[in-house]
Structure formats: C-alpha cells, structure tokens
C-alpha cells in the first residue's frame, strides 16, 4: 500500500523533529516519503552548515573550549534549535544565550567569562551585518556611527579577544583566561571606510568624544567646560573620527 504524501505542516513538524534528533532516520523518511539514504544526507549537509557558521562566528569561543567540548556544544545547541531560516548566520544568533544559560548552570565546564566572550563575538557579525543609516547629511558635524553597539561585561572580554587575535596573527601563544571579574564597557560599530567590524575599550577619550558628538557640543564650550585646551578637544574628535567611533556629515569634497 502506497504511503500517502504528507501535508506542508506534516512535512516541516516532520523535518525538525528529525534535525532535533527526536525521531530516527528510518521513521522520519518512511514519514516523508523519501530514501533515507537522501535524508541522512540532508542532515549532514544541515549541521555541517550550523557547525561551520558557528565556527566562524564564535571562533575565540571554539578555539577555547576545545574540540571535545565543542561539538557536545554543537550537538546540544542543534538539538534545542534546530535550523529554521535560510539566512545560516540568523540560526546562529541563539548560541551565546545558550552559552550563558549553561554558564549560569555551571554546565559543560562553560564559565560566565566564555558566554560573555560569546557576545562580543556575535556583536560584530551584528554590526557588520546592521543596516545602514544615514547621518544627518550636510551638517558638517561629527556624528556617533550608527552602527554603534555599547555592551558592559563583568570580565575583560575585549582585552582577552583583542590579545587573542594578535597572538594568532602572530603565531604565538594564546593568552591566558582571565576569570577575575573586572568590569569593562565595549563600543563595538562597523568602520565606516573598511566596512569591517571593530571593537575599543571604552576608555575616557573616546567616551568624550562620543559625549560631545552625542550632545552637539562645540570644541570651544567643550574645552571651556573640560578645561582643556582646544586642540586637545579636537585631537580628541580627530582620534574617534579615525578609528570609526564617529563620522562625518560634511558634503563629500569638504573639509
């Protein structure tokens, strides 16, 4: 007797128990109507696709925990959310709650610090990713990047992530994890010539600058107020201007 063809709900519903590992292979496909030799096959093809995208967006993360630890991760996190958009960054966007659920659980060996790390990294695939918005166009004042995201951590993420990197750019050896709690604050926006996501810590010159670019405030009423001197105000702009942290509104062509 020939199996009847499964509905469009009965196929999805079908499908992610299936991704979710809560029905076996030969029950999904005799379900949907397939070889389950071109259903195993898809699986593969799926979290492959998951594992990588996580990957390359949790990097630090995964370098961290190590390969063991790491994909017990990818399993559990497949299992709870299973892919559900075509858009493989999206279905990874869940990762460094999940990360922080087992922190608070003191689960899998995962420490607050390693979920908090999470979060920076996401946070620059949603800055590069953000959409674009136009400054205040012909003003020629200095504006906050609207890409601009400012997170607070109870652990020097940045610090650790920044030193990280370099130590891979330079072939050395990682830093170590520092597990003290030590606040620190993170502006973390997409650079608007390199279109690149970057991270500062928040140190007292950019959050000036960023106060002033916030508030409108002139270099000379800034300087009074700050008494400072008015080209250390405006190197002060200048150096947040570099790096991203502000832009510039002013008509191309102008100075």
Partial sequence: MTRPTPSLSQTIDTTHRFLRGSIPLDVAAETLCVPSSRLAV??????????????????????LVG??????????????????????????????????ELAAESERGISPFIAQLALLEWHEFVVFAAADEAV???????????????????????????AFREAQRMGTAPPRVDEVQRPERVLVFRHPETQLACFYSADDDL????????????????????????????????????????????PSGTT
């Fill in 42 to 63: 898809y699986h593969r093809f799926v979290r492959s696709h998951i594992e990588q995208t996580l990957r390359k967006n949790y990097a630090a993360v995964c370098a």
């Fill in 67 to 100: 390969d063991k630890t790491w994909r017990d991760l990818v399993d559990r996190y497949f299992y709870r959310y299973p892919a559900r958009d075509y858009e493989l960054n999206v279905n990874a966007a869940a990762f460094c709650g999940f990360l922080a």
């Fill in 136 to 162: 205040d166009p012909g003003s020629g004042a200095l504006q906050m990047n609207p890409t601009l995201v400012i997170l607070e951590f109870d652990y020097p993420v940045a610090t650790f992530l920044d």
């Fill in 207 to 250: 959050l000036f600058a960023l106060k002033l670019a916030h508030e409108g405030v002139s270099c000379a009423v800034a300087a009074k107020a700050a008494q400072l001197p008015v080209t250390t105000v405006e190197h002060l702009l200048a150096q947040a201007l570099a790096v991203g942290l502000l832009v510039s509104s002013a």
